[in-house]
């Protein structure tokens, strides 16, 4: 049986941090709390750590940092750290058209849950979920949990490409893609901001930790803001 947190090398000029073997908020908490603090060492050399659901990976710079010492001090640190130590939840609203040429999969998925359209769309808006990582594709997130009912597996075929801003779901998860790019998730929505913008300071919309509530809204202020992005 592992012991957390424990580290892992991951090859030469990276070093995983682990801190469970299960998708739970507390163990977020907990990836979360040791990424800021090793944000705060300044230490020369270090490049970047990369949070995820249940672990952390630092990258850095082998030639500077010698990964023996290295991954000592990050285990003792991960030992030490308490979640309260991460920053404050940060929440954000994400406005979504539901169903139609935007969402193909909701009729599916509704069924899925034996539930009518609006009643699925009104179940999965109802939840606050929880950003867990940021992967894929840049920024796009991975939020949780769905209710169980909407808790549909992938497709068996990924589509050759799904449009920017789509909503989806896989099993447990749902998430939204940044830019178009083939995916298996099930669609049942778009939404018409941004994720991803090269141009502003922080490209990302999103951070881990940070909590989404899906806002409902018309074709029309689907357009509104869609134009207001251009």
Known sequence: MAHYPRVLAAGDAALTVEFGDTIDPVIHDRV???AQSVDGLSLDGLIETVPTYRSATVYFDPVILNANPLAERLKALAEALQ????RPPRTVQIPVLYGGEFGPDLPGVASFAKLSADQTIALHASVEYRV???GFSPGFPYLGRVPDPLAMPRLATPRAKVPAGSVGIAGSQTGIYPLES???WRLIGRMPLR????TRPNPFLLEPGDRVRFVIIDRTEFDRLAAAMK
């Not at 994720?195 to 090269?198: E, G, K, S």
């Open 83 to 86: 979640p309260a130590t991460s």
């Open 32 to 34: 979360l709390a040791f």
């Open 182 to 184: 083939p995916g298996g």
């Open 195 to 198: 994720l991803y913008d090269q």
């Open 132 to 134: 867990y990582m940021l």
